[in-house]
Every structure is written in C-alpha cells, then in structure tokens.
C-alpha cells in the first residue's frame, strides 16, 4: 500500500539522506521512476501537480501508483504537489493520496498558517503526511509561474515558527532554487537551511531539483534537506530521447517504439539522482 511520507522521513532526517519526490506525468513516468527505485532499493515520493492530475485523471493517478507500490514492495507515498486549496487536498486524500502538500506560500503568512493548519489537522487524522511552504520559489511549473524577482527567500526565525503553529511533517523554504532548468548555477542559501533545520524536527523540502549541480545537492543534504523535488530532468530526458528516435527515422508510428526509449532515459535520471540523494539501500 501506498504509505505516508513519515515512514521515511525521519529517517532521511536522522541519517542524513534525502528521499527524492519524482513527479509523474504519464504511465511511462511512473514505471519509470519504480524501476529505478526498485534497481536501487530506495524509497521514493510520487508528485503530482494539479495539472498533472488533471492530465491524468485522479483514478488513473491512484491507479498507477497503488500498481507501482504492489508491484515493488517499496514504501511509496503518493503526494499531491503544490496543492492549492484544502478542497483539493481533500479531493486527493479521499481518492488515496497517502500525503498532500499545500502551498499557501502566495498568501499572507497568517493565512498560510491559518489554511495549513486545517490541512494538517484532516490530513493527519488520516494518516496523510503534509508538506507546507514558506517563501515563494521562482520558475514555471504548469500554471504556477513565479517571476525571479518576485520568489523571496524564507526567513529561518518565520520558518521555526511556521512549523510549531501547523505541526508540517516537512517544509518546503524557498532557499534560491527554481522550477525548471537553470540559465547559470542557483544561488543556493544553505545557511538558511542549516539554521531552520536544527530548530525544527522535520526535514527541510528542496524544491527545483533538476540542474542543480551534485555538489550542492550534497551540501543541501548535509545542511539538512530531506525530501528533494525533481520533475524537469525528467521531462527534457523522455522528451529528448523521443526526438532523437523520430529525428533519426521517419518511419516510426508505433509509440513503444519512441515512448520505450524515452522511459529509460529517464530510469538512468532517477537512479542517478536517489545514488545522489543517497536514499539507495534505505527502503
Ligand atoms: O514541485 C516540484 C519540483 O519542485 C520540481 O522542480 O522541475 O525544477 O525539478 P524541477
Ligand atoms: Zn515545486
């Protein structure tokens, strides 16, 4: 079954890894992102987004992801990413969501701490794990855009107290990364990190994981990231091995026949990024 994100997390948080969420888009996205989490043994967080979820359909969404947790075996927690409303969280957790993040990062920060805590106290009586955020993190990702000098960094001393008024099992801050690629190198404040992370409990949530370089992935661990979100790796990996089978013959019409070679492009991205995140052998 589907489980909360609390049958890891702590342990990310105690030993110092991060459990990556991969966003699932389609089919493809979510056997790919099983078989590289059964090949490395690690547990790992479904993502979804509103708009994938409107893609997909949530029976479809559920489906697919209760047949990923009984095929492998593996602690899975099927997430709602950047929900937007308690009604949408609620949608979610009554369809199976074992786990919803609500994004009231837009809002004031009493009424993000006033919506998260209703999501929170449904949410848990459920046994559903539930992510906030705090500070607004730049970049597109499907409707949401943030324009970079609109994303604010999170303030440590607002993030302590975000988490002991809505009791989050973890906390996204926006600490310099962005949804989507990179046009340089992010300016990733691990200070902030550090100093929200020994004063809370749970782990802190890296959003914007794809292109940031290894080496400031390990220091964000090391600074006390425990969740890390990729979704854009994975959408430029499928769909560039996809041109480059239609590009090198005009004959191909059968889908498995590109849509295959695109899932194991993105099989090698997610076992690089859980070897990374050094979540490998933790399942
Ligand atoms: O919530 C999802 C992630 O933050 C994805 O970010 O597309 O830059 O990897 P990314
Ligand atoms: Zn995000």
Redesign the pocket.
């Known amino acids: 079954p589907l489980v909360s994100m609390n049958e890891f997390l702590p342990a990310a948080k105690e030993k110092k890894f991060a459990v990556g969420?991969f966003?699932m888009n389609n089919l493809e996205f979510s056997q790919a992102i099983v078989q590289a989490a059964m090949e490395e043994n690690s547990p790992f967080i479904f993502?979804v987004?509103e708009g994938a979820l409107k893609y997909m359909g949530i029976e479809f969404t559920v489906a697919m992801a209760e047949a990923a947790a009984k095929q492998s075996g593996l602690p899975i927690a099927l997430h709602l990413?950047?929900g937007s409303s308690f009604e949408v969280a609620m949608k979610c957790i009554r369809a199976g969501f074992s786990s919803v993040?609500f994004d009231g990062s837009h809002h004031s920060y009493e009424e993000n701490v006033r919506l998260t805590k209703e999501v929170v106290k449904t949410a848990h009586a459920m046994g559903v794990s539930v992510e906030g955020e705090l500070g607004t993190?730049g970049?597109v990702?499907d409707d949401i855009s943030v324009d970079e000098s609109d994303a604010n960094l999170a303030k440590p001393e607002e993030a302590i107290r975000f988490y002991e008024e809505t009791g989050v099992d973890c906390l996204?801050i926006a600490v310099g990364?962005?949804?989507?690629?990179y046009s340089g190198e992010p300016d990733i404040k691990f200070d902030i990190i550090e100093e929200v992370t020994k004063n809370i409990p749970v782990p802190v949530v890296?959003?914007?994981?794809?292109?940031v370089p290894d080496e400031m992935i390990r220091k964000s661990i090391e600074a006390g990231v425990g969740k890390i979100?990729?979704?854009?790796?994975?959408?430029v990996a499928l769909t560039n091995a996809i041109r480059n089978v239609l590009n090198s013959n005009d004959s191909v019409y059968d889908p498995r026949k590109y849509l295959g070679p695109g899932k194991e492009a993105m099989v090698e991205v997610v076992k690089s990024k859980i070897k990374l995140f050094g979540s490998s052998n933790q399942a």
């Open positions: 969420q966003n993502g987004s990413d950047h993040m993190i970049g990702e996204a990364t962005a949804h989507g690629m890296l959003h914007g994981g794809s292109g979100n990729v979704n854009t790796e994975n959408q």
